[in-house]
């Protein structure tokens, strides 16, 4: 038996008796403990994963990115797709920000078949689809969306489905801005190179304010300021610059501006997540992850053909079957000289 309220005994250890109770000297709480660098106190540097999904999708989509490119530089409105970055980046910190510390918990089988999923309807899009858009898949640009999934398919692999889950506001976002579907607005709108750049501006305000969060006060307050900075840029700038820089350099120059006054206004309001643990919902060491999305990509880029025919207008004939210099005057009509 054992008596519960007998007093301590002393424990005998290698170097004398300690009195029960006391901690050791190396266990004293007020002494300092060194702790490793902040580098290598995260779970597994962040920069890997975004030097592996930029080479990733390099591998699997560079056709693609030429594509945009070119097109964008010969005044296609895809211009605003330089901008689809600036929009996912903003969204994705804006959603962190405002997010408690979560549990650690991760499955990853899960995450390899969400993964996997994905991939498998990336190929449906390009083995499927694609052949039967025609002349048509310039305008539909399916390589986007495929991008778009790819991504996401690597923000599963490399940081888990929690974390890419928390950042749905971003996901959606981005689908939403198809190009099909901003061509399609855009056209309904006017489809000039100004009212392209004015959409931007719009676009750009309304990840601002989904990025803000609450309360409506501030998210009204930043999106107006994006709204007022881009259409005064806008203004000053469309009659002289080239139709890319007419849509692409509004924005750019507003969001930098609205989150520096949002930062300065709300200075010590949001806590950055310890630096030292990262975010728990990250996965740690994804280095299987890591080689099968540059696999993948590999794949992608050797084997699928999203990316439609580049066509640039100087390169297109200045006179064709069928082609004159004067209106066509159709049977029955007469012409009167003025």
């Not at 991939?119 to 002349?135: E, K, N, Y």
């Not at 643990?277 to 299987?288: C, E, I, L």
């Amino acid at each position: 038996m054992v008596d519960l309220l007998a007093p301590p005994s002393p424990t005998v250890v290698a170097g004398g008796p300690v009195e029960a109770g006391i901690p050791p000297a190396a266990d004293d709480p007020t002494t300092p403990i060194p702790s490793p660098s902040w580098w290598r106190k995260r779970p597994y540097p962040l920069l890997a994963r975004w030097l592996v999904l930029i080479a990733a999708v390099g591998l699997g989509f560079h056709q693609t990115l030429v594509s945009v490119a070119v097109q964008s530089t010969n005044g296609d409105p895809l211009a605003y797709l330089l901008l689809l970055p600036v929009w996912g980046a903003l969204l994705v910190f804006g959603t962190q920000l405002r997010r408690g510390r979560d549990l650690d918990i991760h499955d990853r089988q899960v995450d390899w078949v969400l993964a996997i999923g994905l991939a498998g309807f990336i190929l449906m899009l390009d083995v499927l689809l694609r052949p039967r858009l025609g002349d048509t898949a310039g305008l539909v640009r399916i390589d986007i969306l495929a991008l778009v999934l790819f991504v996401m398919l690597a923000s599963i692999l490399l940081c888990g489905t929690r974390a890419t889950g928390q950042s749905w506001a971003a996901w959606l976002f981005l689908l939403a801005c198809w190009p099909l579907l901003y061509r399609l607005i855009g056209a309904a709108l006017g489809g000039t190179t100004d009212t392209y750049g004015l959409l931007n501006v719009m676009l750009s305000t309304l990840a601002v304010m989904v990025a803000s969060g609450r309360p409506l006060g501030r998210r009204l307050a930043n999106g107006g300021i994006t709204l007022v900075v881009g259409g005064v840029v806008f203004a000053a700038l469309s009659t002289s610059l080239p139709p890319i820089a007419v849509q692409v350099i509004p924005s750019l120059v507003a969001l930098p501006l609205v989150v520096a006054f949002d930062v300065r206004r709300h200075r010590g309001t949001r806590h950055l997540p310890a630096p030292s643990a990262g975010a728990n919902s990250v996965v740690k060491k994804p280095v299987t992850a890591m080689l099968a999305l540059l696999v993948l990509g590999g794949a992608l880029g050797m084997f699928a053909q999203f990316a439609p025919e580049t066509i640039s207008p100087r390169s297109l004939p200045v006179s064709g079957p069928g082609w004159t210099n004067t209106a066509v005057v159709p049977s029955g009509w007469a012409t009167h000289g003025r």
